[in-house]
């Protein structure tokens, strides 16, 4: 049971207790039993062609004006993590701009989920690769809601090799250039736009600090972000802005179908069942992550990580 609600109806004096989990909102962990095997054709990988579909923001969260009248810049924002980082900061009365890639479908939903909460969307697409892309983002966003609190490094792209030596150079490139590269250009453009108060969120990952075989130049690029993360932090704190970072574990993204799929669809069917919890978490289940981050509630932390896996221990 995820909770309880209070209902009374006259001419009864005693109220009745409802689960929540049954009013409209499905568990995450019968989500993670119809996970079944599965592939998409290219990454990042779109909703649409998800099953089960994942869940974005929980119906019982209830926003609290935490960001009321921040700017969120917010990359791959289109889908998985991003979409639901998107929907608590518009609950939570932000405006949002959305960077994506390519997958306009999938971007106009998110952009419907915010204007839902009233509040205002920016949708761009590009490529977070482009150093001077990167800085014209940060000008259109600027321009259209006059300035930038918070920004969210989340776009990410990852490919299945188990031998190192069929690691193409091109392939390892390309993940650096998007995992890291992107991160960088983009936050250094926010950067002189930022005030005391304001934050970046980076989204690492566990295999940072565990480790994958089969991700490795995805997990050296995780690392890189935690480096990151971590100096940029001590450069800034100074000013009052605070750089932490949130390390996912198996998450249910577009990404898995379109990388994991691709490498096994049998692969997917098991995805998330080595963790503690023994399932895959749904990008609800972080949203409220990013949320502490990037309000005062998280005042007094940077430098940090927010480990949210399923139950692994981790010391970093």
């Known amino acids: 049971m995820s909770g309880t609600c209070r209902l009374s109806a006259f001419p009864l004096e005693v109220p009745i207790l409802i689960p929540i989990s049954i009013m409209g909102e499905e568990s995450v962990e019968k989500k993670a039993e119809q996970i079944g095997p599965q592939k998409q054709d290219r990454q990042p ?10 869940d974005f923001i929980r119906n019982s969260y209830n926003g609290s004006d935490k960001l009321a009248g921040k700017v969120a810049l917010v990359t791959g924002g289109d889908s998985g993590i991003g979409r639901a980082v998107a929907a608590h900061f518009a609950r939570e009365g932000a405006d949002v701009a959305v960077l994506y890639l390519d997958e306009h479908d999938d971007a106009q939903t998110t952009k419907e ?5 009233g509040q205002e969307c920016l949708l761009i697409d590009g490529d977070v690769r482009d150093s001077a892309f990167c800085e014209a983002v940060v000008e259109k966003v600027l321009d259209t809601l006059g300035e930038i609190n918070v920004l969210v490094n989340n776009a990410a792209q990852q490919v299945v090799k188990t031998d190192l030596t069929e690691i193409a150079d091109e392939q390892w490139e390309e993940t650096f250039n998007i995992n890291i590269h992107g991160y960088f250009y983009l936050t250094r453009a926010v950067l002189p736009h930022l005030n005391e108060g304001d934050t970046v969120i980076n989204t690492t990952s566990i295999n940072a600090f565990v480790g994958n075989d089969m991700l490795i130049d995805y997990s ?13 932090s001590q450069q800034v704190v100074g000013q009052g802005i605070r ?20 490498y ?13 919890m023994g399932r895959a978490g749904q990008p609800s289940e972080l949203g409220p992550a990013y949320v502490y981050l990037a309000s005062q509630d998280s005042s007094y932390m940077s430098g940090q990580t927010l480990h949210l896996n399923g139950g692994t221990i981790l010391n970093g």
Not at 45 to 54: D, F, K, L
Not at 243 to 262: E, H, K, Y
């Open 220 to 232: 050296s690029t995780k690392g890189a972000i935690a480096g990151f993360t971590r100096s940029l």
């Open 113 to 117: 989920m915010v204007e839902d909460e």
């Open 264 to 276: 096994d669809p049998e692969v997917v069917e098991q995805f998330g069942e080595d963790v503690p």
């Open 45 to 54: 990988g779109t909703e649409e062609e998800m099953q089960p579909p994942a």
């Open 243 to 262: 750089v932490n970072q949130v390390a996912p574990g198996p998450i249910w993204t577009p990404l898995i179908p379109a990388t994991m799929g691709q």
